[in-house]
Structure formats: C-alpha cells, structure tokens
C-alpha cells in the first residue's frame, strides 16, 4: 500500500471491554512495530515485529496487552479489559528490514478513549 | 536505559525567525539520532537522521549536528515559516530496533 494503514481511526470502549487494533504496514515491510503515545507525551516502545516474529515485547505494559502479526504482514495489537489508563493513541510503524538505524514509516494511530 | 530529553514547549515565532529546539540523549552505545516531525492530522515522518559522531543531517532548510562530547542533537532552522507549524520529536534508535522519543516540542509559527 501507499502507507501505513491504522483501523479503526478511534475507538471508545466501555472499562472492561476487548479492543482490536489493527495495523496494515507498507507492503512488503519486514519490521513492525507498535506504540502507545499519551497526551502531550512522545510515543513508548510497545512490541517489535520481524515478519511473524515478535522479537521484542518487553514495552507492553500489563498482560491485558497482546500483539500479533501472524503471516508477518498486518498485526492486531489486542487490549482485554481496558482500564482508564490504557486512553492514548496507538501508533503502528514500519520500516523495509530490520536495520537499527532505519527510517519508521508511521500510521496516523489509533485514538482509544476508555470510558 | 536509553532516553532523549527534549525541550519543552509550546514555542511560538514570527515568520522567518530562527528556530533552535534542544534536544540531549543518553545511550549506552552508538545510537542513531532523529528528528521526526508530525504535521496537525497527520502521522510521525522522519525529518532528518545522523547516525554517528558528527554527522550532521538535514532536509526542508532544518539541520542537526550528532556532537558526542555533548550527547545533543539540537534541531535549527534559519528562518521558519507558517508551515512549520508542528510538533517535532527528537528520537534515537539503539542496539534491539528500539525507538525512544522525547515528548514532543509544539511549534507556532505566525506570519
């Protein structure tokens, strides 16, 4: 695609509720990742992705918070039981291969409010 | 742990006025340095990257020089306009594919 594909564009969930986001990077992109960015603050590390491998998920903030990207394309970052707290945009990011100094290609985000 | 602390904002500035927004680090290693820039409406963009000891990136007129025995990366522009309304996110990327950001410096800029 022509960019990084984030759905829905926001989201108000009842405390409580399952939420799914969803994340279609750039076609053929090799690393994926995820972050959550609160107001007035810069984005915070989330998850990586490596194709289908998730390589690094140390950024997610309870066990309530699970990401995949099962056929290493588009991902779901899933959120059960959302709490107040978990109210932020969720940002998805890609780049071509997995190089650390690599140019992120951002999605617009998600806007989650938890009501 | 790695971060980047940036300066806060909101900045404010008459057209074609010279813009510094400070940003310092601290990393373990041999960071990469960035500046991401995020338009009203629109998502992250990366605006300019230096990946070693004086590098110094630029694009669209904004400049940043990587100076190691200070740990900055200050972002400057000559002369700023209206368009340049934004908020701007010094960044760095280390060893393991992480990105730590600042919080984001919000700039005005009025005719």
């Known amino acids: 695609g022509a960019g990084v594909s984030q759905s829905p564009r926001y989201k108000v969930a009842k405390r409580g509720q399952d939420v799914a986001l969803r994340c279609d990077p750039i076609s053929g992109h090799v690393s994926l990742f995820w972050y959550q960015q609160a107001l007035g603050q810069g984005p915070e590390f989330l998850t990586y992705f490596q194709n289908e491998a998730q390589l690094d998920k140390s950024g997610l903030p309870s066990d309530r918070f699970f990401a995949e990207r099962p056929e290493g394309s588009v991902s779901t970052l899933k959120i059960q039981r959302t709490q107040q707290e978990d109210s932020a945009v969720y940002l998805c990011?890609?780049?071509?291969?997995?190089?650390?100094?690599?140019?992120?290609?951002f999605g617009s985000g998600t806007q989650l409010s938890v009501l | 742990g790695d971060s980047v602390t940036q300066m806060e904002g909101p900045v404010t500035l008459s057209e074609e006025a010279f813009l510094t927004i400070n940003c310092t680090y601290t990393a373990t290693g041999y960071p990469s340095l960035f500046w991401y820039v995020q338009y009203p409406g629109e998502g992250l963009q990366l605006l300019l990257k230096?990946?070693?000891?004086?590098d110094k990136g630029s694009n669209k007129g904004f400049e940043a020089t990587y100076r190691k025995e200070t740990t900055s990366f200050h972002l400057e522009k000559g002369s700023v306009q209206v368009s340049d309304s934004a908020v701007y996110f010094c960044a760095l990327s280390d060893t393991g594919n992480q990105f730590y950001f600042g919080t984001g410096t919000s700039l005005t800029v009025i005719p």
């Open positions: 230096a990946t070693k000891a004086d």
């Open positions: 990011a890609s780049s071509a291969t997995g190089t650390t100094n690599e140019k992120l290609f």
